[in-house]
């Protein structure tokens, strides 16, 4: 199973960046979907994650409003769009797929992880 998740850069407060999280290895659309991200010095935190269908969607608190989660089962992708970034949304984010079950927001959940995408939002 691999997740490749690219996207990642430096951008300003108040700027967009789009992450996008390829899947292969797995039956893609049977698996809900999670973004995480983990900042220096600090634990991994949850951010956003999707169902299998894409028709159930959830946010952290600090992200809602400004983050958007998608996915697309014919392409094997899932995609973090994010707007408004703030200089505390600097993390590396990591894509990661969870059996399906509900508001998979526990890491431990998931079973899968990608390898991470560096966001550095500058003031």
């Known amino acids: 199973v691999q997740l490749q998740a690219s996207g990642g850069g430096l951008v300003q407060a108040g700027g967009s960046l789009r992450l996008s999280c390829a899947a292969s290895?797995?039956?893609?659309?049977?698996?809900?979907m999670g973004w995480f991200r983990q900042a220096p010095g600090k634990e991994r935190e949850f951010v956003a994650t999707?169902?299998?269908?894409?028709?159930?969607?959830y946010y952290a608190n600090y992200v809602k409003g400004r983050f958007t989660i998608s996915r697309d089962n014919a392409k094997n992708t899932v995609s973090l769009q994010m707007n408004s970034l703030k200089p505390e949304d600097t993390a590396v984010y990591y894509c990661?797929?969870?059996?399906?079950?509900?508001?998979?927001?526990?890491?431990?959940?998931?079973?899968?992880w990608g390898q991470g995408t560096l966001v550095t939002v500058s003031s």
């Open positions: 990661a797929a969870a059996p399906q079950g509900n508001w998979r927001t526990n890491s431990r959940e998931y079973i899968y």
């Open positions: 999707v169902n299998w269908s894409g028709g159930n969607i």
């Open positions: 290895g797995l039956t893609f659309r049977i698996y809900d």
